[in-house]
């Protein structure tokens, strides 16, 4: 299935039914008075997160989605049947906005969260709603209310705890396939990853956190460059960074640390906040280095990027190095969410004993 994360949709709600001008009919009545119902409504227009979806390409090839009109009311004080509703799946992520002025409506962050995209108009009223003492047999309705219709634009953010960036050939995919259930592509070539790939971490039974693989990001990507700058909003909703750097380009007159260094400055160029995020810097293909060389190598690559993070040594092939780091990135996650869960409320059924005087001896 192609990856989609960007799509335009125009929606738009049912009408309400008009109302109804009827008069009672029935022999031995005369006057009957009047009995014409309202209208129905018409149908809402949802949408609801689906955790089986990973794509918005279903968005792509159906544009228009329109729900039913209200019906019309009817004579003998029947109104009309409210138009049917129409639910539209997306992915968990998706953020809902304006497409004219930007404007950001909702955001699907729960599996099975629900939330009203447009509103169907209320029917409108029938000739028995304007009866009164003094006007029994009223000729007046109304006709229903018009419907929602807004055009809005789909963005889809993963949602990961971890996000993995770096250079073309770094070895992020096969990073992502050592740790996790993801088999994305892999080749000998750069860009072999054309789109995001999500793998489960487990750590333990009950413990688990969720990492992104990201197309490779080259020098100018901020600006248009290269495929990674299509991704790089995926990385926005990320707790934590692993910056994978390739200790064994097959180049030898490649400047790793150059490298390493566009990759921080196209982040900083996109956005601030991505830039401020946790990173920690994962030199990769050690394996393909002479272990008498190992620990010089490394030194001076921290030294000469001037990096003050945490750093982690490793091997994604072997996969030498990558317990001890899935360990700490699930400490780290751990850690933040408990920071953003914010302190615990006491439970009012529990008395602080802390707090209370000494009780006297008897």
């Given at each position: 299935?192609?990856?989609?994360?960007?799509?335009?949709?125009?929606?738009?709600?049912?009408?309400?039914?008009?109302?109804?001008?009827?008069?009672?009919?029935?022999?031995?009545?005369?006057?009957?008075?009047?009995?014409?119902?309202?209208?129905?409504?018409?149908?809402?227009?949802?949408?609801?997160?689906?955790?089986?979806?990973?794509?918005l390409v279903d968005f792509r090839f159906s544009r228009r989605h329109e729900?039913?009109?209200?019906?019309?009311?009817?004579?003998?004080?029947?109104?009309?049947?409210?138009?049917?509703?129409?639910?539209?799946?997306?992915?968990?992520?998706?953020?809902?906005?304006?497409?004219?002025?930007?404007?950001?409506?909702?955001?699907?962050?729960?599996?099975?969260?629900?939330?009203?995209?447009?509103?169907?108009?209320?029917?409108?009223?029938?000739?028995?709603?304007?009866?009164?003492?003094?006007?029994?047999?009223?000729?007046?309705?109304?006709?229903?209310?018009?419907?929602?219709?807004?055009?809005?634009?789909?963005?889809?953010?993963?949602?990961?705890?971890?996000?993995?960036?770096?250079m073309p050939n770094a070895g992020k995919s096969t990073f992502i396939t050592?740790?996790?259930?993801?088999?994305?592509?892999?080749?000998?070539?750069?860009?072999?990853?054309?789109?995001?790939?999500?793998?489960?971490?487990?750590?333990a039974p009950e413990q688990s956190f969720v990492v992104a693989d990201l197309?490779?990001?080259?020098?100018?990507?901020?600006?248009?460059?290269?495929?990674?700058?299509?991704?790089?909003?995926?990385?926005?909703?990320?707790?934590?960074?692993?910056?994978?750097?390739?200790?064994?380009?097959?180049?030898?007159?490649?400047?790793?640390?150059?490298?390493?260094?566009?990759?921080?400055?196209?982040?900083?160029?996109?956005?601030?906040?991505?830039?401020?995020?946790?990173?920690?810097?994962?030199?990769?293909?050690?394996?393909?280095?002479?272990?008498?060389?190992?620990?010089?190598?490394?030194?001076?690559?921290?030294?000469?990027?001037?990096?003050?993070?945490?750093?982690?040594?490793?091997?994604?092939?072997?996969?030498?190095?990558?317990?001890?780091?899935?360990?700490?990135?699930?400490?780290?996650?751990?850690?933040?969410?408990?920071?953003?869960?914010?302190?615990?409320?006491?439970?009012?059924?529990?008395?602080?004993?802390?707090?209370?005087?000494?009780?006297?001896?008897?």
């Open positions: 299935m192609k990856f989609v994360d960007e799509a335009y949709i125009d929606i738009m709600a049912g009408d309400g039914g008009a109302g109804c001008v009827s008069f009672r009919h029935e022999k031995y009545k005369e006057f009957g008075g009047p009995n014409g119902g309202d209208g129905g409504r018409g149908g809402h227009v949802f949408a609801v997160a689906d955790s089986n979806l990973n794509t729900a039913r009109r209200g019906q019309h009311g009817m004579g003998s004080d029947m109104f009309g049947a409210a138009g049917d509703d129409i639910t539209l799946k997306m992915p968990v992520g998706t953020i809902i906005s304006d497409a004219e002025t930007g404007e950001v409506l909702f955001e699907l962050l729960k599996p099975g969260e629900t939330i009203t995209l447009a509103k169907g108009g209320d029917g409108g009223f029938g000739n028995m709603r304007f009866k009164s003492a003094i006007n029994r047999a009223p000729r007046q309705k109304t006709p229903g209310w018009p419907g929602e219709k807004k055009n809005l634009k789909l963005e889809l953010k993963v949602l990961a705890d971890a996000g993995l960036l770096g050592a740790v996790s259930n993801a088999r994305p592509r892999i080749a000998d070539y750069p860009f072999t990853t054309l789109h995001p790939n999500l793998g489960v971490v487990r750590i197309p490779g990001l080259i020098e100018g990507a901020a600006e248009g460059a290269g495929l990674g700058h299509l991704f790089l909003r995926h990385l926005q909703r990320t707790r934590l960074l692993l910056h994978i750097v390739d200790m064994a380009p097959f180049d030898d007159s490649v400047d790793t640390v150059a490298q390493a260094r566009a990759i921080v400055q196209e982040l900083k160029k996109y956005d601030q906040a991505l830039y401020e995020k946790p990173r920690w810097l994962v030199l990769n293909k050690l394996d393909m280095v002479p272990l008498e060389q190992r620990a010089a190598l490394v030194k001076d690559f921290v030294k000469r990027l001037k990096f003050k993070g945490p750093v982690f040594e490793i091997s994604a092939l072997t996969r030498e190095g990558c317990e001890p780091l899935v360990q700490a990135v699930y400490r780290h996650i751990q850690a933040q969410q408990l920071v953003e869960a914010g302190p615990v409320a006491p439970d009012p059924r529990f008395v602080d004993i802390s707090d209370l005087p000494d009780l006297p001896e008897v």
